[in-house]
């Protein structure tokens, strides 16, 4: 009882994922990709993703902290544009769909040489990718209780 | 290019910064029955290239540090030793001219990242059939 009780938290969680846009069909074709050899393939990835976007997160974060002390040059603009698209490249490839789109929208703004903009929408990054994280965190976790039967379960939305 | 291997498994160098990306795409062309060889950077791909001389393919993202996959693409294509492995770029931008200026060096195809199964069974059933 207790089981199949996890199990449909398991799949309430991941519905809620994909309802709320956190996550889109990549993660789907993640999950699809997961078997036998690669049973925590998707656990995997994510798990890659938090740990390079923390890292990329705290590279732009210390290209503003530069960039406020001094005058700013088109380059700088360029060179944060570099990193965001590294975020969000990776940010797609596992179907973090609201990091994206920020992610988007402050290269748009690294594209117009907004200053303001670009701190405020990088703020919107960290915000999405942290609550991302968490709700990720609690999924697999509960997935973790469930179990391999679980895992090995399509769509669950 | 070299001839491929029995039970036509290629032997695809991919190429990306992205540890994410690498896991992405190692572990679809691994589900294509492909044996694949990882790499983070263009650099590491050329070194990997004069230690390996059976890459049936180079699959590699764009948009890299020190050396974009658009540059490895030309230094590959401008080898007499390596010129006819068929590179394939993958970028997470649909920027047409791009991908114009890929294909006109000589790349064989541009995949739109988040890369799919069906991108790469297509991209492999053509280079298995040339």
């Not at chain 1, 938090?50 to 210390?62: A, V, W």
């Not at chain 1, 999924?139 to 895992?151: D, N, T």
């Amino acid at each position: 009882m207790e089981g199949s009780n996890m199990q449909r938290q398991v799949v309430y969680l991941k519905k809620c994922l994909f309802d709320q846009g956190y996550l889109d069909e990549q993660f789907h074709q993640l999950e699809e990709l997961q078997d036998d050899v690669s049973p925590n393939f998707v656990e995997e990835v994510v798990t890659l993703f938090f740990r390079d976007s923390s890292r990329l997160i705290g590279i732009i974060e210390q290209a503003f902290k530069i960039l406020l002390c001094r005058q700013k040059h088109p380059q700088d603009f360029h060179r944060l544009r570099t990193h965001v698209e590294r975020l969000k490249g990776s940010s797609c490839s596992i179907g973090a769909l609201k990091v994206k789109s920020e992610c988007t929208l402050f290269g748009g703004y690294c594209d117009e040489g907004n200053m303001d903009r670009c701190l405020r929408s990088f703020q919107n990054v960290k915000r999405e990718h942290a609550i991302l994280r968490q709700k990720l965190e609690a999924y697999f976790q509960l997935l973790r209780q469930v179990g391999p039967s679980e895992k090995a379960s399509g769509s669950g939305n | 290019m070299s001839s491929l291997t029995d039970g036509d498994r290629m032997h695809v160098l991919a190429v990306d910064d992205s540890s994410v990306d690498r896991a992405v795409i190692s572990t679809l062309l691994r589900s294509s029955k492909h044996r694949v060889t990882a790499v983070d950077s263009g650099k590491r791909a050329l070194e990997l290239l004069d230690l390996e001389p059976n890459v049936n393919m180079i699959i590699t993202d764009y948009w890299m540090p020190d050396m974009t996959g658009f540059e490895l693409l030309k230094k590959v294509k401008g080898s007499t030793e390596y010129r006819q492995i068929p590179v394939v770029i993958m970028s997470s931008e649909n920027i047409p001219t791009r991908i114009t200026k890929c294909l006109e060096e000589g790349a064989e195809d541009f995949l739109l990242k988040p890369v799919r199964s069906s991108d790469v069974q297509r991209v492999c059933s053509r280079m298995m059939t040339r």
